[in-house]
């Protein structure tokens, strides 16, 4: 990432009105270098941290604990500094002393990344928080406090804390990736704590930075004394406002789409864990709240009605330090045993990762307790030399289950070294004792890659399905499932999607429809994502069917039509490659269109969205008849340099009639094409202009005869 510094450079008033007192060690080896602070703070006292009484803090409104080295087991008056935050007081723990949260009681989990002379040099805000009080006066997302020095850091780096907010990220010459949490906000009873990792060791030398540093440094004393109010996407939410509140700061009216879910905030990956249970539908996802992007990945949860209207719900599954879970709950699926409602998902530790267990508490499926047993496979087969990379001992991941006779089976997803990506089966009477039998299919690493992720095997009348995730495609094999010989025998191979779809996962609804959902990446930058402060999105749900020649075919839910509102009809039009206007009347950037020609009359016709007024900005989507294809051409979809502009592309086959029909959805920066043989094809598209909003019909060659055209302008899923 690359965010500019915005410090405004007037100067820094002192603090007069906060009464300050500095935390030192009685036996430190040199004084904490936060003294040097005493032009910021001129009237701070200072007092060690062993022995305090209560009535030693009384007349201060904010304690600063900095410190240099880590602290082991530290000697401090844990009692009378409890007391002080719970009765209002703040205080502010830097570098070192961040790790004295967990000794306090007020953090759970303990820093995992506490190292010495890192090249850390300043902050990430999160968009979530880029009006707290703590960061007034700071313009841009991104900021530098320091040079790379030798001094102690602390950050949550693989792990998250599990009370504290994070409010920033570090930057890292090093590295883009905003992986390492550093700026954390913790609320205790009427007190409130902030932790700082790193960026606040006061030197003597004059640098660039100096401004930036006291900026922040003034705001956290400011703040910590209870000055300033605490914005209400502070805390882990469990109610619709507190929600709403988080979709509210990270609206990003442009790109966020307004009828396919999306996270509250931060990031979205895979769909988990689908299942109609009691009549309403559970969505869980893989989710990250620390911001938007992957890491320290969580289980998001929300619940439908009616699969499109959807209510955020509090996280399902969350690590657990020292668990096989402790660096990420990761993919899994959703097992009815005989009324009790459970999950098999993968644990991510270290470089392991491994299959756990998780029962529902109450039929709300809002909180699960995790099997005392996890991992319930405790190492991949000895037998298959699976694939092991430089992140993984051994590539084996995501579960997909099914029952017959009884018996249950499991599908885990892995690839196996010189060969490809595989689907491993395994079998258990109770879930919880699992016995290896083999893999059902093993790919070839050049045509489908050389690991399989989120494997799933769907089973039809017509014959069976099993999808599998390659890190580029979803691949679909359709054939048949030999249940005696527990080997699929494919018979077909295509792309279930040929866009920006991404880990499916399907389940069978009250009324005997298999539906599935796929995650819809971003196709922008990093440092887009996070200015933007969410990521990734979920398709529309598409009902999975199977053609008597084993053809799988996708089309979207039924339900979908309640979200259409005004409709316009065309019919017989005439388009010219010399015209254009014929839908000036309509515009927007949340419409449905269904198509149909007659391939008599057109050899190439394109539907325009989101054009500026001078077409400066549009996004084509063509149907060459005479190559059987459609097309979306984004190379003039954005004036954002760093938006993806490749061209993607389905297959298409005619109707028995001649014709072909195809149904557009265009929500903001996502395109869903479903064409009339069960293809699909998802985009992701990013205007930087506000008036891109226009569509239009084109065409070439001798002009097009569009059959009938209908629009719809669709509303927002969440009102």
Not at 663 to 689: A, H, K, M, W
Request: net charge negative.
């Amino acid at each position: 990432m690359n965010i500019k510094n915005g410090i405004d450079n007037s100067e820094v008033e002192p603090i007069t009105s906060t009464k300050v007192a500095h935390l030192v060690s009685a036996d430190a080896a040199e004084p904490s270098s936060s003294l040097n602070w005493s032009f910021l703070v001129p009237e701070a006292d200072t007092v060690t941290v062993e022995n305090l009484q209560k009535s030693d803090l009384d007349d201060y409104d904010v304690l600063w604990w900095h410190s240099e080295s880590t602290l082991d087991d530290p000697d401090i008056a844990l009692d009378s500094l409890r007391s002080f935050v719970e009765s209002g007081g703040g205080l502010l723990l830097s570098h070192g002393a961040v790790t004295a949260a967990t000794t306090l009681g007020i953090e759970a989990h303990e820093p995992d990344c506490v190292q010495q002379g890192a090249n850390s040099t300043g902050f990430l805000i999160r968009s979530l928080y880029s009006s707290h009080p703590v960061f007034e006066g700071i313009d841009e997302l991104e900021f530098q406090t320091t040079s790379p020095q030798p001094t102690l850091e602390v950050h949550y780096k693989k792990r998250m804390p599990h009370d504290a907010d994070v409010l920033a990220a570090t930057v890292d010459p090093t590295s883009r990736l905003p992986g390492k949490k550093s700026l954390l906000h913790w609320s205790v009873e009427n007190g409130r704590v902030i932790g700082v990792g790193h960026g606040l060791a006061a030197d003597t030398t004059d640098h660039p930075f100096d401004k930036a540093r006291s900026v922040l440094l003034r705001n956290l004393l400011t703040y910590l004394s209870g000055k300033g109010d605490t914005p209400a996407t502070m805390g882990r939410p469990k109610g619709r406002e507190e929600f709403e509140a988080m979709r509210r700061s990270v609206s990003d009216a442009r790109h966020r789409p307004k009828y396919h879910f999306t996270p509250p905030a931060n990031w979205l990956n895979d769909p988990n864990g689908l299942v109609q249970w009691n009549g309403r539908y559970h969505l869980f996802y893989q989710y990250n709240p620390a911001g938007p992007f992957h890491g320290t990945i969580h289980w998001g949860h929300a619940v439908s009605d009616d699969l499109i209207h959807w209510e955020d719900e509090p996280i399902a599954l969350e690590p657990t330090s020292g668990d096989p879970d402790e660096h990420g709950c990761w993919s899994g699926a959703f097992v009815d045993d005989d009324g009790t409602p459970l999950v098999m998902y993968t644990g991510g530790s270290g470089r392991e990762q491994l299959p756990c267990l998780a029962t529902a508490d109450d039929d709300s499926l809002r909180s699960w307790s995790k099997h005392p047993s996890n991992p319930v496979i405790e190492t991949p087969p000895e037998s298959v030399d699976v694939l092991s990379t430089v992140h993984w001992e051994a590539e084996f991941r995501d579960h997909a289950l099914h029952k017959i006779d009884g018996i249950w089976y499991q599908i885990v997803g892995a690839g196996i070294e010189r060969e490809g990506g595989t689907a491993l089966l395994y079998r258990s009477d109770d879930l919880q004792n699992w016995d290896y039998c083999h893999p059902i299919l093993v790919g070839d690493w050049r045509e489908t890659g050389p690991m399989w992720e989120c494997p799933e095997l769907l089973r039809f009348n017509e014959g069976d399905l099993l999808h599998i995730s390659d890190y580029s495609n979803v691949v679909a094999f359709t054939g048949n499932y030999n249940e005696r010989t527990m080997r699929f025998e494919p018979r077909h191979r295509s792309l279930l999607d040929y866009g920006d779809f991404y880990a499916p996962q399907s389940f069978e609804t009250d009324d005997g429809r298999t539906i599935t959902l796929g995650w819809v990446r971003e196709a922008q930058s990093e440092e887009n994502q996070w200015k933007a402060g969410w990521s990734g999105l979920m398709s529309l749900p598409r009902v999975v069917t199977m053609t008597d020649e084993q053809q799988v075919q996708l089309d979207v839910v039924d339900e979908v039509t309640q979200l259409r509102e005004k409709h316009y009809r065309f019919e017989d039009v005439e388009v010219s490659p010399e015209k254009s206007g014929y839908l000036d009347e309509i515009s927007g950037d949340a419409l449905e269109f269904s198509i149909t020609l007659d391939v008599e009359e057109v050899e190439e016709f394109g539907l325009i969205l989101r054009s500026s007024p001078d077409s400066e900005e549009r996004t084509v989507i063509t149907c060459d008849v005479r190559h059987r294809e459609v097309f979306i051409d984004r190379s003039e979809s954005s004036l954002d340099p760093n938006a993806v502009d490749t061209r993607q592309s389905m297959p298409i086959r005619l109707q028995k009639d001649g014709t072909i029909t195809l149904r557009v959805f265009l929500d903001r920066s996502v395109v869903e094409i479903f064409s009339n043989d069960g293809q699909c094809l998802t985009s992701r598209i990013y205007p930087s202009r506000s008036d891109s909003l226009g569509v239009d019909l084109c065409a070439t060659h001798e002009g097009a005869t569009v059959s009938s055209l209908d629009v719809w302008e669709m509303r927002s899923s969440s009102g």
